[in-house]
């Protein structure tokens, strides 16, 4: 590993470390399995973090939206996350859009109720009838 990427991960640890949401967990994923050294300089970049390719990715996706919703695919929003960082200049991001953030990564939350087991309230040698279950 060269200690251009060492350093670049490291910064992006850093800011790991914070608060962050699923889908810059999932940026952040995808830039350490990058072998791009270009890629790693512009991540050690001043002023560049995750959460600023993440604004940027939604600000691309709102120039694209049709009515109020915007569907992007995984390769090229990662296409966008390396033109921020790789850029010379700090890409121009579009005013603060209210953005839901989901990825292929990001698994639904489903919550399960248990139902209570009935108890058993039968005296030993008692015998039942099917149709007292009715």
């Known amino acids: 590993m060269t200690e251009v990427k060492q350093k670049a991960l490291e910064k992006m ?15 952040h994923n995808w830039l350490c399995d990058q072998n791009d050294e270009k890629l790693f300089e ?5 002023g560049r973090s995750i959460k600023g390719a993440m604004k940027y ?11 109020n919703a915007a569907m992007v ?16 200049k700090e890409p121009e991001i579009v005013a603060d859009v209210a953005a839901e953030v989901t990825t292929s990564a990001s698994k639904p939350v489903r919550k399960v109720k248990k139902k209570a ?8 040698g008692e015998q039942l009838s099917l ?3 009715l």
């Open 73 to 88: 695919d995984d390769k090229r929003v990662f296409s966008w996350v390396r033109e921020y960082f790789t850029a010379e």
């Open 131 to 133: 149709l007292d279950m």
């Open 13 to 27: 640890l850093d800011e790991m470390n914070g608060e962050h949401t699923g889908a810059e967990d999932t940026v």
């Open 57 to 67: 990715c939604i600000s691309e996706a709102s120039k694209q939206k049709s009515g």
């Open 42 to 46: 512009g991540i050690l970049k001043k």
């Open 117 to 124: 087991k009935a108890k058993n309230t039968i005296s030993e």
